[in-house]
């Protein structure tokens, strides 16, 4: 049994989130930073599988050199190897994210063989963007179940259970399988001694993959294609592709979003909290439109 857990270094809860003089970034001079809660217990549900089923667990984050201490701090609690994706620093959006992961998964099964399960958490707690682990798993063609509260392994499959307002969700799946694990599906433990020094002589891994779709000047072609003008007012939808169309273009290089601020207050709590955020994204010339 192979897994492979998926985190992110988020800002600590309840810490409080100050901008930049230019108000483009979040300043973390003064900021502490943990494990996104989901991806927590997704860390406790990989070893609580391995220490059930034999195996091991790898720990993999897409973010700074400073997530290394996440890495560590998941290898304290079970942990057998732990690999960064380092980048800038700078926020990456879900699709480029998700391509990161998708080469790092790449190389890595190329290596020492596929996994049999990826966890990732729902969603992480700065975003909330719920689409890195189902971008990753379509890409990969594994099937993948989000909001999972239960997971039990069988022979060649994996059963999970979903809360509901109605009651519960059973879903079996083939491995290699992908799961969105929400948080309270377990307590994740506190590390051991023996697990904190362990976690400071394991070697980090460093991959340096190409997150974005593509080089500037490189062609890019399309072909999940939701609707497109044949001619002046012949307009065709898919079902949900339109069937033998294609999109091609070419990368004409990264440029950064409009800023998004996210405010939250609590009543009678005295809580205000402002967040900004600016995505990346890859900017496409179209060339050809084919039908």
Known sequence: MRILVCVKRVPAPGARINLTADERAIDTAHLGFTTSPHEECAV???????????????????GPAEAEEQLRYAVSVGMAAAVLVPTDGAEWDPQRTAGAVVAAVGRLEGVEGPFDLLLFGNESADSGGFQVGIRVAHA?????VNGIKGIELADGTVRLRRDTDAGQETYELPLPAAVGVKEGINLPRYPTMKGRLASKRV???????????????????FDQVLLVERSAGDIVAGAPFVADARV??????????????????????????TRGH????????????QV
Do not use: C, N, Y
């Open 248 to 273: 091609v273009g070419v990368v004409d290089g990264e440029a950064r979003g409009p800023k998004l601020r996210v405010f939250k207050k609590k009543r009678r709590k005295g809580f205000r909290k």
């Open 203 to 221: 070697e980090v891994t460093r991959l340096e993959v190409d997150g974005t779709p593509g080089e500037k000047g490189s062609e890019m072609t």
């Open 278 to 289: 600016r995505s990346i994204f890859v900017r496409v010339r179209i060339t050809d439109i």
């Open 140 to 144: 990969l063609g594994r099937p993948m």
């Open 44 to 62: 406790e549900a990989a070893a609580q599988l391995v220490e059930a089923h034999g195996g091991t667990a790898t720990v993999l984050t897409v």
